[in-house]
């Protein structure tokens, strides 16, 4: 048996059971931990896709409200508006999609 396999086996039998404690504690440590950060990134992404589901309710509301008021000659002016902000809000939309890859 060469020295090298020599220090394993020693340090094999020697170290293994207070290694295996060490381990054991650091992932008795890290699990909680890893448990409550993958629960937080599902917490996340749901929460996310509500708001991505909101915010097209919003914008389909905001574009129904522009419609009827371009459809009523007193409130034209405010219809056109409506628009605008609809279409500001559909952009700002697209771009949280892409960045978010929705």
């Not at 054991?24 to 509500?50: D, H, T």
């Not at 000659?73 to 809000?89: N, P, T």
């Not at 700002?92 to 978010?100: A, G, T």
């Amino acid at each position: 048996m060469s020295a090298c396999s020599t220090a394993i086996v020693c340090f094999s039998s020697n170290k293994l059971p207070s290694l295996l404690s060490l381990f054991q504690s650091i992932m008795e440590q890290f699990n909680p931990c890893l448990r409550n950060f993958v629960a937080m990134g599902k917490s996340y992404e749901k929460a996310l896709s509500n708001v991505t589901f909101a915010a097209k309710g919003y914008f389909d509301a905001l574009v129904r409200m522009g419609e009827l008021a371009s459809d009523s000659q007193g409130s034209k002016d405010m219809g056109d508006v409506l628009f605008q902000m609809a279409e500001v809000h559909r952009q700002i939309q697209v771009q949280l999609e892409e960045m978010v890859g929705i």
